[in-house]
Each structure stands twice: as C-alpha cells, then as structure tokens.
C-alpha cells in the first residue's frame, strides 16, 4: 500500500448498513428474531437490510438503533477504521524556530473528537517551550528513540525509548533533546 493511501470496507451507504446492523446486532448477543422483536419491525425487513437489500425509511433505522441502544450514525459506519499509513519522511515537518524541534501531524482530530498525533523529532539544544494549550489538554508523550527531558512548570523527567509520560497541556511545558535523533509521538487530548 502507497503512504498515506486509505482504504474502506463497505462501498455504498447500503453495505455501511448493512455491515453495521449485523455488526451491532452481534455485540448485543440479539437474533434477527429479538433484534425485530424489540424494534417493532418484521424479522424478513431486518434480514433484507442485513443483506443489503431493502430501502429503509428514517422510522424504521430509528427503531432498529433504539432496540440496539445505539445512534443511527452508528450503524452506517464501518467496521474499522481505513487503513491509514505514512512512511516516515512522508509527514510534512512543522519546525520550531526557537529549537532544533519538529512535529509532524500524523493523524488531526476528527470532527467531535478531540485527539491530534504527532511525529516529534528533536536535536540537542534550545529547549521547545509550549506555551499553555486550552484547560483540559493532556498530552500524552511515548518516547521511540534517544533520549528527552520533559518540563512541566519547572518539574523535569528524563525519558528514554519506550518510555511514557502523561502530562497536563493547559502549562507550560517544554522539550529538550538529550541525545541526537531523538523521536517521540505525541498525542493532544483536549476536552
């Protein structure tokens, strides 16, 4: 697969369905028979739209949701998230200019979420001071190579590969390169 190529399963809004109501009628233990039962709908409806067929009205999803206690949205997504991959060097580098620093954003927040990923790089040097992100920010801070000093409100933690560190964003908090080649990936959970 190319970096950064997606793909999905479920072609058409009627297979996302599909998928998606056997999907959940699976993870609640139901049969076709108490899945319709509790929707109030007809267990051949049920089975024709688990087979991708039919052409449900808003009413009937509604029911079938209710019954299995989930948004309707829910049901037109997929099973998995697409495949998503960037090789390293393919994420564009956004520099620090007060630091031999770099993040490069690997996967942005989705719409009603509240999560970024970043591929940090840093060199030995300048330190990259973060101002405070908006209250309720964590990051949260995996180190894959060398070695980092990570400071929150004047309180420093060295960390080495392998190494994890959660930590209140809404400070300021800063990163320095202990070693050549450091990486880290970060992610930015805001509330």
């Not at 190529?5 to 058409?12: F, H, I, K, Q, Y």
């Not at 620093?101 to 973060?130: I, K, M, N, T, W």
């Not at 980092?148 to 392998?162: A, C, F, K, V, Y």
Request: proline letters at 7%; a negative charge; one cysteine or more.
């Amino acid at each position: 697969m190319d970096g950064g190529t997606e793909t999905s399963r479920g072609d058409t809004p009627m297979d996302r369905l599909a998928g998606g109501l056997k999907r959940e009628r699976e993870r609640q233990g139901l049969s076709l028979s108490e899945t319709a039962k509790r929707a109030g709908i007809g267990k051949s409806t049920l089975s024709q739209l688990e087979s991708g067929a039919g052409n449900p009205s808003v009413e009937t999803l509604w029911a079938i949701a209710t019954a299995l206690g989930v948004q309707i949205s829910r049901l037109l997504e997929t099973d998995r998230p697409p495949l998503s991959v960037i090789r390293r060097g393919e994420a564009m580098p956004l520099p620090s200019t007060d630091a031999d620093y770099s993040a490069a954003l690997l996967s942005a927040c989705p719409p009603h979420a509240r999560r970024d990923v970043f591929l940090v790089q840093l060199e030995p040097g300048s330190a990259r001071v973060a101002q405070p992100h908006p209250v309720g920010t964590i990051e949260h801070l995996v180190v894959s190579a060398g070695s980092l000093r990570l400071t929150i409100d004047g309180e420093s933690i060295d960390l080495d590969p392998g190494d994890y560190a959660r930590h209140a964003g809404d400070s300021v908090h800063a990163y320095e390169a202990l070693t050549p080649d450091t990486m880290a990936v970060c992610i930015v959970e805001a509330s």
